[in-house]
């Protein structure tokens, strides 16, 4: 993937981290092994191998560059209560991602590291959750479209929407 972006030979200055498997619902005691090792593969390993390269390879050149990561309010972070119930490898592993963007930006301080931490968003990785959660989920508030979660993402990097 890294050398196929330095082959592109186009300017990069923006890497956003979003890609995430759907939640496995389990609580925390009933998380497995195999479900924390995707999740640690994809929103840990991967995450950090890409921008390791992205920045070795493209960003070290300019010294500048934008690294966004989407976690996730389930994570909890300002809830005295915890991380969101049922959750388990999916907060787990966003923590891990957020230890990967910390590490970035101690490492190289002209990078420019954000994060974005929005709740339930209308895409298909609502489908692992039951009619009847997401009917609570409604009633406490509005599930935010893609569009919505999208002007928040480029209102943090200071972007204009495309």
Request: cysteine-free; charged content about 20%; glycine content about 10%.
């Amino acid at each position: 993937m890294i050398a196929a972006l330095v082959d592109w030979g186009q300017s990069i200055e923006v890497v956003i981290l979003g890609a995430s498997p759907p939640p496995v619902l389990a609580p925390f005691g009933a998380v497995g092994a195999a479900d924390m090792e995707m999740f640690w593969k994809v929103n840990v390993l991967g995450n950090q191998q890409l921008v390791a390269g992205v920045v070795k390879k493209i960003l070290r050149k300019q010294k500048k560059g934008q690294i966004l990561g989407i976690l996730s309010e389930a994570m909890g972070v300002n809830d005295p209560e915890g991380a969101a119930s049922n959750f388990g490898a999916y907060t787990i592993s966003k923590y891990g991602l957020l230890g990967v963007l910390k590490q970035a930006k101690g490492d190289y301080p002209w990078l420019d590291v954000k994060t974005v931490s929005p709740a339930f968003i209308q895409t298909p990785m609502l489908d692992v959750f039951d009619d009847r959660y997401l009917e609570l989920v409604r009633e406490a508030g509005p599930i935010a479209s893609a569009k919505e979660v999208s002007d928040v993402i480029f209102a943090t990097l200071g972007l204009k929407d495309v």
